[in-house]
Nanobody, 125 residues
C-alpha cells in the first residue's frame, strides 16, 4: 500500500523559513517525479514545485522561484520543500504528490498517482 506522509508545516512569520518533508512508503521514489502542491481556502489546488524522477530537473511556479527549493532523497524515499522568504500568500495546505511516467503534465494535479494528506503552513505577521 502506497502512502505519502507530509510533515514540517506550522506557523511561521513572514520572511521566515520552513522545510517540508514527504516520506514515501510502498513505492520506489527513484521511479517517480515528486511534487508539491498547495491549496488555500476557497481556491483550487495549485502547483508549487516538482522534481524529475532522476532528480536532475526541477520545476517551479513563478511565485516561488528563487525562494523555494525542491529536492528528493531516493535512498530515504523522501522529498523535501525548502521554503525561504515566506510570504503571506504562501499560507495554504501543502500536499506531496508522486507521478509515474515522466515529466509531462507535471503542473496538473490530475496527472499524479499518489497524494499525501497535507501539512498546513500558516504565515503570520
Amino acid at each position: 500500500q502506497v502512502q505519502l506522509v507530509e510533515s514540517g508545516g506550522g506557523l511561521v512569520q513572514a520572511g521566515g523559513s520552513l522545510r517540508l518533508s514527504c516520506a514515501a512508503a510502498g513505492l520506489m521514489v527513484n521511479n517517480y517525479a515528486m511534487a508539491w502542491f498547495r491549496q488555500a481556502p476557497g481556491k483550487e489546488r495549485e502547483f508549487v514545485a516538482a522534481i524529475s524522477w532522476t532528480g536532475g530537473s526541477t520545476y517551479y511556479t513563478d511565485s516561488v522561484k528563487g525562494r523555494f527549493a525542491i529536492s528528493k532523497d531516493n535512498a530515504k524515499a523522501m522529498s523535501f520543500l525548502q521554503m525561504n522568504k515566506i510570504d503571506f500568500e504562501d499560507t495554504a495546505m501543502y500536499y506531496c504528490a508522486a507521478k509515474l511516467n515522466g515529466v509531462l503534465g507535471l503542473k496538473l494535479p490530475r496527472n499524479y498517482d499518489y497524494w499525501g494528506q497535507g501539512t498546513q503552513v500558516t504565515v503570520s505577521s
